[in-house]
């Protein structure tokens, strides 16, 4: 399976990015699938993940009411909706596909998306 992730851009702060993840040569309907992200200098870090079973999601303490991790199984796509960005919002985001009950651990995730860039000016 292949995952390509889109949507990102220079934006400012306060405004909103939908990111996709959209696969193909297989599906992301009977997975978890979880968005990280690595900012310049740093650490790859979670940000939000969608469940298998049951769609239940989980985010990181520093985006949660801001950005939204959603699914369309007939478009074999999870998206990332995030709003009122913040400059520490810049980064690299990465889609990825567990076949786990995953949350934020990387060593879960074996599929992984190239990365679109986000950039939040202040």
């Known amino acids: 399976v292949q995952l390509q992730a889109s949507g990102g851009g220079l934006v400012q702060a306060g405004d909103s990015l939908r990111l996709s993840c959209v696969a193909s040569?297989?599906?992301?309907?009977?997975?978890?699938v979880g968005w990280f992200r690595q900012a310049p200098g740093k650490e790859r870090e979670f940000v939000a993940r969608?469940?298998?079973?049951?769609?239940?999601?989980y985010y990181t303490e520093s985006v949660k009411g801001r950005f939204t991790i959603s699914r369309d199984n007939a478009k074999n796509a999870v998206y990332l909706q995030m709003n009122s960005l913040k400059s520490e919002d810049t980064a690299v985001y990465y889609c990825?596909?567990?076949?786990?009950?995953?949350?934020?651990?990387?060593?879960?995730?074996?599929?992984w998306g190239q990365g679109t860039q986000v950039t939040v000016s202040s």
């Open positions: 990825a596909r567990s076949p786990y009950y995953s949350d934020t651990r990387e060593r879960d995730y074996n599929y």
């Open positions: 040569g297989g599906t992301v309907s009977r997975y978890s």
């Open positions: 969608i469940r298998r079973s049951d769609d239940s999601t």
